[in-house]
């Protein structure tokens, strides 16, 4: 268990809708990233947060926002839903900018 | 930035025999260089790390080995055993820089 925790584990939805993933860090981590895990590209860098603030950029898509809250979880949004956001989203958390990463067990998100 | 290529991306092995996995990097900078491993169903988990001013580093039956000239590293496992299968990603990084990572291998370990 690497004390990173995300809901929900499984979440099916239709195209055009919108679905928040939600993230715990690990207690006493400040960082938290996003990463969109796809079959034929690998772990894609999203967005990342450090204690609240928007820290780097990666892929991330006009249609998908995040953001930190002050108790430092941290919330995915994706929107506009298309069949090629279907993927396993991953949360991970450091203690610090850059430090190990531990990730959750990530949210697996089907568009249909 | 930094490109991290990963191979074979997949890869079968016997029960006891040795699995080696090989990453090339872009950025002749980057100075830090880990491997996670990923279980069906399960996040990433750092299995082993090493840092630019080290050739080799070893962890029971895991090792890295890092060629800075050629801008590889590699992951060695000895005496693989079944919970060995798993996707295994490389990554790199230059200082304060994210992480980039490879797109996986599959490393298979056949009873």
């Known amino acids: 268990d690497s004390g990173v925790t995300q809901t929900p584990k499984h979440l099916i939805t239709a195209t055009g809708q919108r679905v928040t993933l939600r993230c715990s860090p690990r207690s006493g981590d400040l960082s938290v990233y996003w990463y969109q895990q796809s079959l034929d590209q690998g772990l894609q860098f999203l967005i990342q947060y450090y204690n609240g603030e928007e820290r780097a950029k990666g892929n991330i898509l006009e249609r998908f926002s995040a953001q930190q809250f002050p108790d430092l979880h941290s919330e995915l949004n994706l929107s506009s839903l298309e069949l090629g956001d279907s993927a396993l989203y991953f949360c991970a958390s450091s203690v610090e900018a850059p430090g190990e990463l531990f990730f959750g067990e990530g949210s697996r998100l089907t568009v249909l | 930035g930094e490109n991290v290529e990963q191979h074979p991306s997949t890869l079968s092995v016997q029960e006891g025999d040795s699995a080696v996995i090989k990453c090339t990097y872009s950025d002749s900078a980057s100075n830090y260089f880990p491997w996670y491993k990923q279980e069906l169903g399960k996040g990433p988990q750092l299995i082993i790390d090493?840092?630019?001013?080290?050739g080799e580093k070893k962890d029971q039956r895991i090792a890295v080995t890092l060629n800075k000239t050629a801008k590889h590293f590699s992951l060695h496992i000895t005496e693989t055993q079944p919970e060995d299968s798993a996707v295994y990603f490389c990554?790199?990084?230059?200082?304060?820089?994210?992480?980039?990572f490879g797109k996986g291998n599959q490393v298979v370990v056949i009873p």
């Open positions: 990554a790199a990084r230059r200082g304060n820089n994210r992480l980039a």
């Open positions: 090493i840092r630019s001013n080290v």
